[in-house]
């Protein structure tokens, strides 16, 4: 069993940056990739970043050149850095492990997932 805590949400401006970081119990070996998704009220939930567990990143365009996931296995947690935030980033944003993930940004792939981290940008 793989549980998931998400941490570092807020509220920021434009252009300011946040660092959100999932805590993992549980074996964190039986995972392939990790990723982190957001929702936006009245959206559906999508894709930002993701990891496989032996390196390998995914990005959606919409965040390209501006967010860094890491995993730190010894921690048995990752991040996600944000950089240059816009009001479109606002959103829930949901950690989430998968033990057989071949489409990195599709959520139906993943079997765990934290309860969220309010992330609020201001223009």
């Known amino acids: 069993q793989v549980q998931l805590v998400e941490s570092g949400g807020g509220s920021v401006q434009a252009g300011g940056s946040l660092r959100l970081s999932c805590a993992v119990s549980?074996?964190?070996?039986?995972?392939?990739?990790m990723g982190w998704f957001r929702q936006a009220p009245g959206k559906k939930r999508e894709g930002v970043a993701a990891?496989?567990?032996?390196?390998?990143?995914y990005y959606a365009d919409s965040v390209k050149g501006r967010f860094t996931v890491s995993l730190d296995k010894a921690k048995k947690t990752m991040y996600l850095q944000m950089n240059s935030l816009i009001p479109e980033d606002t959103g829930m944003y949901y950690c989430?492990?998968?033990?057989?993930?071949?489409?990195?940004?599709?959520?139906?792939?993943?079997?765990?997932w934290g309860q969220g981290t309010q992330v609020t940008i201001s223009s």
């Open positions: 989430a492990a998968g033990a057989s993930v071949v489409d990195r940004a599709a959520f139906d792939e993943y079997n765990w």
């Open positions: 549980g074996y964190i070996g039986s995972t392939n990739a």
């Open positions: 990891i496989y567990t032996y390196g390998d990143t």
